[in-house]
């Protein structure tokens, strides 16, 4: 099992109120409100992790923009955007993290 499957693993048995609440309220009601799409939500919670920093949750929503539409394009796009809005050190440390997941699905689809 990888560590990103077993760190889910772990805070849904020490917390699992969080969790519940997480999946219920944000990913539920939050992500599914009309006015934008799942895409556009993807594309502004990219920028929002990358201009703060948060490796944690960056693997999870390049997944996630990636299944809603957003091509590896415009998550580098992103990025570059991020760099004047957020500071070039967030957006240095976010390509950084995010290296490997562009380099993997690059390999996935070949």
């Known amino acids: 099992m990888d560590g990103k499957s077993n760190m889910r693993e772990r805070m849904a048995a020490t917390f699992p109120d969080f969790i519940d609440f997480t999946q219920k309220r944000l990913f539920g009601e939050i992500w599914n409100r009309e006015g ?6 993807s594309l502004i919670t990219v920028a929002m992790i990358c201009a703060s920093y948060q490796p944690a949750a960056l693997d999870h929503h390049l997944q996630y ?46």
Do not use: C, I
């Open 65 to 110: 923009a990636v299944q809603n539409g957003v091509t590896k394009s415009e998550l580098k796009e992103v990025k570059m955007h991020v760099a004047f809005y957020a500071g070039w050190p967030s957006a240095v440390s976010a390509m950084q993290h995010a290296l490997d997941f562009l380099e993997d699905r690059e390999q996935e689809e070949k």
């Open 36 to 41: 934008l799409s799942p895409r556009d939500r």
